[in-house]
């Protein structure tokens, strides 16, 4: 394995700036490692190798001409496959877009180009973002590169495992429920959902629009901050993008510590269901943080118990309206137009055919909970929901700092294990759906391995809108003692491959 | 709760325009029943005197001034159209309302 | 048209039913951009040129809502005395159909932008009446399909369809009026006066040109009947996209006569839509839907709620014109002339026209004169709109000056008049082409008067005698003698003058 490959994201860039590598060299050594071990994770449905190196070349040849070069010029990315990309194909992980190829970028694919990042491909997803375990991927599972018989996480398997599997330093997510942090804790990585309106959604394709948000991903939190600071700030493209400036991310975690912190424990967030090994590391990563200097301060939130289920009424309901676009006339895939059928019957075989069984099921789920007659009882309902747990946070937040949980409440399990059962699945998301449907900001980072099962568990911080920065000064204090414990970073006990 | 029914997917699958196979409709009666069954907790919160929040964000008030910005070219609006005529999207027959 | 369909006659409808109506307004803005992207909206641009990830409903496009659109619909709610909300969103109306990029039209639901209004509306006989207004929302047009293949681009028969998405995203306001009750034998002249109504109020606000002829505004007329006497409405039909002020009217009568033949027939009148034929007059039904529309309306997630400040609200009225029927009433005032003469002129298409050629430096009643008599019969002839006409309010003003001035006199001017039209150039270039010119010479209008008086002892004598309207004889005699070129009013000032007579 070559060393450049293991190099953090901002190790690349100062070595890049002061010339010690090139670009060119050190997308290579990306390229070659995808080439190498992908046929075994899966973690891209499209290496974009002639694009990546042209962007590689560019930033040398800025180097050369002594212009001055972005944090992250010349390094590698793996940008999920949600995000639209002129010129290369975008799939949403889905056959009803396989082969289409967007005439635009996403706000946060032009912000990466613009700061010489170098887009690798497009990792693979659940189908829409809809999934827990990139199973539902139209093209196919993604391994963890802990144990390739285990999920990855999902929706944003493909940039954990692209990150786990060191095929890229740096790569983009989506957190609708929790497809960036769960991603990132079972594959012992670093993952953080901004403040909803943090980062555009322009050219992110939209599953449930009021709880989508994109964001870093990283092996470091120091990584993960500068790539935070690129893609964030105001477009005026959303129109629910927050016009205020980008809480100072990479200062932040440039200055970690939780001396004199309160950090919040929320009762809720543990019970049955949850792993004995993740509330051991949980349990420590507490203790750790105690004798970091925190105050410890419990927290009763009721109404989170009732996240789950707003979840599962708020999220098909929008998706089933944004899925609608996907009817077969405009692009994308068409089927049955052989002449005997009308337009809405090839939309119909169109939706039919072009769409997974959990997608189908989300968006029948979502119709039910709209229709007539039903909207109050549920759709409403959950929008109630919504509120108090809005409320209880900002309750909390009035009395600490940070919440702090485990991430998700297992380990990786084993592909197939869940596929079928959709309620099983959607228990992944227990302990990340509450900051989503308040909107507010979180992190997932690795706090070590489960003892029963030697797979990463993730810590999950959780602070309040716009104070992004808190995640990563937590976050860095954190990751640094660990460190310092383990004498070593996590990741350097995932198998080699 | 009222359980639900083969039929009632049938219909939701006609307003979700999707050309469900007969097995698909008994396995997503099945599972859409679990799920229901399972969320509908929420509607214990139906009584409260409590306003619906539909978005994370207290924003109001977000407009662009009423100025021209370029277009997409013919050539990209319609490069993923199935099929094309006369720089239109061309689509099968239309059964709709005339 | 195969179908025939019964009707009984309009007197007899209305003598056993009482008809009740709502009228659905679908105005499209002249914003210079598309409701929720910048796309330009200029009309004849070449298919799919004004598109873009936004409005063709691209994966990931997100909408902006356009703030000259908002304006545009509160300019409108105030100008129908509504109630203008202090927050309100946009939502999703989930239903699919190939013109609709996303398959969900972005709308209003529950909370318009403007609601509680109405709109006063003049009868042909001068007479007002009131029509409440239930709401204006603001939403978005949809593209435009062709279909190829069968009889005359009709959906059926055509083997496939053509999309434009050019017209997709336009900034649509859809005014809805609350149940028309009261309005009787009237019902369907009440339909048209609105509708006109609305398009002097729309153009006087400046939002839009509505050219119902150009589809910029669109009418659903819903009718239902009811038993004279009865108050809980019947079943109501739905004619959409009524596309002319006469329509509205025939659609509305149509379908008060159909109605009424199925009520009186012991039938039970179906909730549908229909579609209205210029060519009959008729309606014929649309598609029988066999499942109730469900859309599952929910607020629009991408867009945030729409909160405009009572300043900016107040800010708006200001400014707001002067409105048509406060105009009318004005200038019915200035001009002191009767209801039912302003109802011609405004019958007549006379107004604006009769405005501006005031505007110009006539006055009043020549204006009025003008374009009410020569020029609204040549209009007539010509089969045109008085705005159509070869002839500008100016040049009108031009002409009437003339006169003023005792350069010409009404039957030269009338000469003048159709000189312009026929296009022989300004009213000066006509006077001088065709020698126009009343006889102002003095000494040879004299010489013509004494030669009518020598040429006519006997009336001489009677106007001598008190007769001064004998005059008239001798003022047609100068007249002919100068061939129509001599001012009739100083000729017959000199008759008296030479024959020792006071007038009058
Ligand atoms: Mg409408
Ligand atoms: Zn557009």
């Given at each position: 394995m070559s060393d450049i490959i293991k190099l953090t994201a901002a190790e690349i860039a100062e070595k890049i700036a002061s010339g010690e590598l090139t670009a060119v060299e050190v997308t290579e050594a990306h390229l070659a490692r995808i080439e190498a071990v992908d046929e075994k994770v899966h973690a891209f449905l499209h290496v974009d190798r002639e694009g990546a190196l042209a962007q590689a070349r560019a930033v040398d040849a800025k180097r050369e001409r002594g212009e001055k070069l972005g944090p992250l010029a010349g390094v590698p990315l793996a940008l999920k496959d949600i995000f639209t990309t002129e010129g290369v194909p975008t799939t949403v992980g889905s056959k009803i877009l396989e082969g289409w190829i967007p005439p635009y970028d996403a706000t946060v694919t032009k912000r990466l180009k613009d700061a010489d990042v170098v887009i690798l491909g497009k990792t693979n997803m659940d189908e829409f973002a809809m999934g827990s375990s990139t199973e539902n991927s139209a093209y196919g599972p993604t391994g963890?590169?802990?144990?390739?018989?285990?999920?990855?996480?999902?929706?944003?398997g493909g940039s954990s495992a692209a990150l786990a599997a060191f095929q890229a330093p740096l790569a983009i997510g989506t957190d609708t429920g929790g497809s960036i942090r769960q991603p990132a804790a079972v594959t012992g990585t670093v993952g953080v959902k901004p403040t909803y309106g943090g980062v555009s959604r322009y050219g992110m394709v939209a599953f449930s629009s009021s709880l989508d948000q994109g964001g870093p991903c990283a092996r470091t939190v120091l990584d993960a901050a500068l790539l935070h600071e690129v893609i964030a700030g105001h477009d005026p493209m959303d129109s629910t993008s927050i016009d205020a400036p980008v809480p100072a991310v990479v200062d932040a975690a440039r200055n970690g510590s939780v001396q004199g912190m309160r950090v919040g424990v929320v009762k809720q967030f543990r019970g049955e269901g949850y792993q004995a090994g993740v509330v051991q590391r949980f349990d420590e990563s507490v203790e750790l943080l105690k004798e970091l200097g925190a105050e410890i301060v419990e927290l009763d939130c009721p109404s989170f118990d009732l996240a789950l289920s707003a979840y599962y009424l708020i999220a098909p309901s929008e998706c089933s309206s944004n899925l609608a676009r996907f009817d077969g006339l405009r692009y994308g895939l068409r089927t049955g137009d052989d002449g005997t059928h009308s337009a809405e019957e090839v939309t119909s075989l169109t939706r039919e055919a072009g769409f997974g069984p959990e997608v189908k099921r989300r968006v029948m789920l979502g119709t039910y909970a709209l229709s007539s007659g039903y909207y109050d009882a549920y759709y409403g309902s959950a929008q109630k929901v919504r509120t108090l747990i809005k409320q209880e946070f900002e309750r909390a937040f009035e009395q600490v700092d940070v919440i702090v949980s485990p991430t998700t409440p297992t380990t990786a399990f084993p592909i197939g294990e869940r596929a079928d059962d959709p309620m099983a699945m959607y228990l992944a998301d227990l302990c990340t759906i509450p900051t989503n449907l308040a909107g507010n900001a979180a992190m997932s980072l690795p706090c070590g391995l489960a003892p029963e099962d030697d797979l990463p568990v993730g810590l999950q911080i959780i602070a309040p809108a716009m104070k992004d920065d808190r995640l990563y000064k937590v976050g860095a204090a954190v990751e640094a003692a660990f460190v310092e414990k383990w004498g070593h970073p996590l990741i350097e006990e995932a198998p080699s491959l | 709760m009222p359980g639900i029914t083969r039929e009632e997917v049938a219909h939701l699958a006609r307003l979700a325009r999707l050309e469900l196979k007969p097995e698909e409709l008994d396995h997503f009666a099945g599972q859409l029943d679990d799920i229901i069954g399972a969320v509908a907790?929420?509607?214990?919160?139906?009584?409260?005197?409590v306003p619906p929040t539909s978005h994370p964000l207290p924003l109001t008030n977000v407009m662009r001034p009423d100025e021209v910005r370029p277009s997409l070219t013919p050539e990209q609006a319609l490069s993923g159209a199935p099929a094309q005529e006369q720089q239109r999207f061309k689509v099968p027959q239309i059964l709709g309302e005339e | 048209m195969t179908t025939t369909t019964d009707l009984v006659s309009y007197e007899d409808a209305l003598a056993s039913y009482d008809p009740v109506m709502g009228l659905e307004v679908h105005v499209e803005l002249g914003t210079k951009t598309k409701m929720f992207c910048g796309c330009s909206t200029a009309l004849g641009a070449d298919p799919n040129t004004q598109t873009c990830p936004v409005c063709l409903g691209m994966p990931g496009a997100l909408p902006v809502v356009n703030a000259t659109g908002v304006e545009s619909a509160i300019k409108i709610g105030l100008a129908l005395n509504c109630e203008i909300a202090e927050w309100c969103r946009f939502a999703r109306k989930n239903y699919f159909y190939p013109d609709m990029p996303k398959n969900f039209q972005t709308s209003q639901y529950d909370e318009p932008i403007a609601f509680d209004g109405y709109l006063d509306v003049q009868l042909e006989d001068g007479e007002t009446f009131r029509v409440q207004i239930e709401r204006a929302h603001m939403e978005e047009d949809t593209g435009k399909s062709t279909h190829v293949g069968g009889a005359t681009g009709r959906i059926h028969g055509a083997s496939h369809s053509l999309l434009d998405y050019n017209r997709a995203g336009i900034p649509l306001i859809e005014i809805v009026t609350k149940p028309?009750?009261?309005?009787?034998?009237?019902a369907p002249e009440v339909a048209r006066a609105y509708v006109r109504e609305l398009r002097e109020l729309i153009r006087a606000l400046g939002v839009s040109e509505a050219r119902m002829e150009m589809g910029q505004m669109r009418c659903d007329v819903n009718l239902s009947l009811r038993p004279n006497g009865t108050e809980r409405f019947g079943t109501r039909s739905e004619t959409k996209n009524v596309n002319s002020l006469r329509s509205v009217e025939r659609a509305a009568r149509f379908e008060i006569q159909r109605h009424a033949a199925v009520l009186s027939g012991g039938g039970t009148i179906i909730q549908e839509t229909r579609h209205f034929h210029e060519d009959t007059g008729s309606t014929t039904s649309g598609r029988v839907k066999e499942e109730a529309e469900d859309y599952r309306y929910f607020p629009e997630p991408d867009l945030v709620p729409v909160a405009p400040s009572r300043e900016w609200v107040e800010e708006i009225r200001s400014n707001l014109p002067e409105l048509p029927l406060v105009r009318r009433n004005r200038l019915r005032e200035e001009w002191g002339i009767s209801g039912n003469d302003m109802q011609s002129i405004l019958n007549a298409g006379a107004l604006d026209p009769i405005v501006a050629t005031i505007d110009a430096g006539a006055d009043a009643a020549s204006a009025r004169k003008w374009w009410m008599g020569e020029l609204a019969r040549s209009a007539n002839e010509s089969g045109k709109a008085l705005d159509e006409l070869a002839i500008t309010p100016v040049q009108v003003a031009r002409v009437a000056e003339l006169v003023t001035k005792g350069d010409l006199n009404d039957k030269l001017a009338r000469q003048v008049i159709l000189g312009v039209l026929a296009g022989e150039g300004t009213p000066d270039e006509v006077v001088d082409k065709r020698g126009l010119k009343v006889v102002s010479d003095e000494g040879a209008l004299t010489t013509a008067v004494e030669e009518a008086i020598a040429g006519n002892p006997a009336i001489a004598d009677k106007i001598r005698g008190g007769k001064v309207a004998a005059a008239g004889a001798l003022v047609g005699a100068v007249m002919k003698a100068t061939r129509g070129q001599a001012d009739a009013a100083r000729v017959k000032e000199l008759i008296l003058e030479k024959l020792g007579v006071a007038e009058g």
């Open positions: 963890n590169p802990w144990d390739l018989t285990k999920i990855p996480g999902g929706s944003g | 907790r929420v509607s214990e919160v139906a009584d409260q005197d | 028309i009750e009261g309005a009787g034998e009237r």
